[in-house]
């Protein structure tokens, strides 16, 4: 019977996996820490009280953190293209509730799913980051 415990407890613990799940393609972003709050009563965010609108924020995350409103949830990005290696022209540039990469292939991204748009080819979707709501606040975090 101990032999038994033993056993499933080592199939257990094997079994389990992170809740991150990632293609191994997907590779060209670093984990970095975001925990940012946002007051949305500042004018730089005043884009973020009307529903189908998206705000960069610089010097966070990879290339920056995209967060989109589409009148119902905020979603957080990061704005580095996951289908590229980190480089000035791979940050994306949001529009709406679309993300474009600068870079000579444009990949675009829906900024409500965070998947690719344009090229069935590309396999990473953008990296999410966690959004929280307290009052007129959003923590951003992962």
């Known amino acids: 019977m101990r ?16 809740n991150r799940q990632e293609n191994e393609n997907c590779r060209f972003l670093f984990d970095t820490v975001v925990n940012q709050d946002i007051n949305l ?22 290339g920056g953190v995209i967060i989109a409103y589409t009148g119902a949830d905020y979603f957080a990005w990061d704005a580095g293209d996951p289908n590229h290696v980190f480089s000035a ?7 709406g509730l679309n993300a474009t990469c600068g870079c000579e292939d444009g990949n675009e991204y829906s900024l409500v799913t965070g998947q690719p748009l344009n090229d069935g080819s590309l396999q990473c979707g953008l990296r999410n980051y966690r959004v929280t709501k307290n009052g007129n606040t959003l923590i951003i975090s992962n």
């Open 89 to 95: 022209c791979s940050s994306l540039q949001p529009s």
């Open 41 to 62: 009563s500042f004018p730089t965010y005043n884009e973020l009280q009307f529903p189908g609108n998206s705000v960069k924020i610089n010097n966070i995350g990879n």
């Open 3 to 18: 032999y038994l415990f033993i056993f499933i407890g080592i199939v257990f613990l094997v079994s389990c996996s992170s």
